[in-house]
């Protein structure tokens, strides 16, 4: 069984461009998280998403962070303009039921100049 | 937002060696979760354990929600258990998911 799959892995670009990160989930999985970490510390939940009703987006900031679930499967987070602060990992994650046991993908690595 | 305290933050063992790492929250959860980020990042759930006591392999947690605290034992440790472990816990409102400080391990051979 596949795990989560992010793409891009990786991902430079200069402060005030847009960028995109792309999650496919684990097959059967409704649940569907993003989160955001920081050079050493835990993640940090941005959103979560109920099959394709976001169900808690309060940590999302909303002036420049994006973020859909179109038919319930796929997931993309879009920030636009990024900020130099806005450099971290963007983790995606997947349960079966909410809050339930996660499965994290392996993260894309943004780096703002 | 509930504060989730780990403990050690760092820690060294030699491989072979057993090791405990506490979990602290500051309120009420409806689950507490493990996880191990290995040194490349990739995030591991070890266990699912809002209360009660599991045990996989050399793993094992034990979960006191009454008294806000959750312990992980490693027993034997290998180098591959090296990296960050986190402890995370969903809020009783179920809006939220929140990480610890984590717990960085190194096993040395």
């Known amino acids: 069984e596949a795990g989560v799959v992010q793409s891009p892995r990786y991902k430079i670009i200069e402060k005030k461009q847009p960028v995109a990160f792309w999650c496919n989930p684990i097959?059967?999985?409704?649940?569907l998280y993003w989160y955001l970490q920081n050079l050493g510390q835990g993640p940090e939940l941005l959103i979560r998403y109920e099959n394709e009703e976001a169900v808690d987006d309060s940590q999302l900031p909303k002036d420049r962070f994006s973020a859909e679930r179109l038919k319930g499967v796929d997931s993309t987070l879009k920030i636009q303009p990024a900020e130099l602060g806005d450099s971290a990992v963007y983790l995606c994650a997947s349960s079966s039921d909410p809050w339930a046991e996660q499965f994290f993908g392996p993260g894309t690595r943004l780096t703002v100049l | 937002g509930i504060q989730v305290e780990q403990s050690p933050p760092d820690l060294i063992l030699q491989e072979g060696a057993n090791s405990t790492l506490r979990c602290n929250f500051s309120d009420s959860v409806n689950n507490l979760q493990w996880f191990h980020q290995n040194p490349w990042g990739q995030l591991i759930n070890l266990f699912y354990i809002p209360s009660g006591t599991k045990q996989n392999g050399r793993l094992s947690a034990t979960t006191v929600a009454t008294e806000r605290y959750s312990l992980l034992y490693i027993s034997s440790s290998q180098t591959t258990d090296s990296g960050v472990y986190f402890c995370a816990v969903e809020e009783n409102t179920g809006n939220q998911f929140y990480f610890g400080t984590g717990t960085s391990l190194t096993v040395i051979p």
């Open positions: 097959s059967g999985h409704n649940t």
